[in-house]
């Protein structure tokens, strides 16, 4: 089936780790999102692409890193992390105003 | 800036009754709005949007909303609730002239009690 795919599920990691979560759509998308989902907060945005090699910084980019080499992917690096990041994060791609999102990855940092 | 505001965080019914979920937006500019479900352990599914048109929009699962531009709202209601509606719903924003970011509200908990 079409639509957004993200890897790991599940991930716990210990303080000062780094980790890669992968997200991979097959809509030929331009635009892709991450966004982190925290209790009573909704969801906001980390970090986010209008095209290959386009990044730019949402509402929460500290301690994230992006890249986009290709439309189908867009991986989000964890460069050093931390408890504040515990959370569970989505993967969005988007044309227009239709929305497609990843199933998570809920992140658990000790 | 824009923001977007869920007004209740847990709104506990009893099934088969109706049900009404708050949201209210601030833009300076012409929005498009989303409603979006997310049950237990799940990501995210699209109930309903306004783009433009009528500003009733009915969507999935027997829910509908109501665009009001002069209140600047846009609540989500269901005649009949059922246990399967139990849910976080969340409400979203976004300019029509924007670089594609969607403002979320913080969710609104729907409690289904039998």
């Known amino acids: 089936n079409a639509g957004v795919t993200q890897t790991p599920k599940f991930q716990v990691l210990k303080t000062g780790q780094s980790m890669t979560l992968q997200c991979a759509q097959d809509m030929n998308h331009e635009y892709m999102s991450w966004y982190r989902q925290d209790p009573g907060m909704g969801l906001r945005l980390i970090h986010y692409?209008?095209?290959?090699?386009?990044?730019d910084q949402g509402e929460v980019p500290n301690g994230y890193n992006v890249s986009r080499s290709t439309t189908e992917d867009f991986p989000l690096r964890l460069l050093s992390a931390a408890p504040s990041q515990t959370s569970v994060y989505f993967c969005?791609?988007?044309?227009?105003?239709?929305?497609?999102f990843g199933s998570g990855t809920r992140l658990t940092v000790v | 800036a824009q923001s977007v505001t869920q007004l209740d965080s847990q709104v506990p019914v009893f099934e088969e009754a109706p049900v009404e979920l708050r949201c209210n937006y601030s833009s300076s500019v012409s929005v498009y709005l989303f409603w979006y479900v997310q049950y237990p352990n799940q990501g995210l599914q699209l109930l309903l949007k306004?783009?433009?048109?009528s500003t009733l929009v009915k969507g999935i699962n027997g829910f509908e909303a109501e665009f009001n531009k002069s209140q600047t709202s846009f609540h989500l209601r269901k005649p009949s609730v059922h246990i399967s509606d139990t849910a976080e719903y969340f409400c979203a924003v976004k300019n029509e002239d924007s670089n594609y970011q969607l403002i979320w509200g913080a969710g609104t908990k729907l409690i289904i009690k039998p």
């Open positions: 969005a791609s988007s044309y227009g105003q239709r929305y497609t």
């Open positions: 306004y783009l433009s048109g």
């Open positions: 692409s209008v095209g290959a090699g386009i990044t």
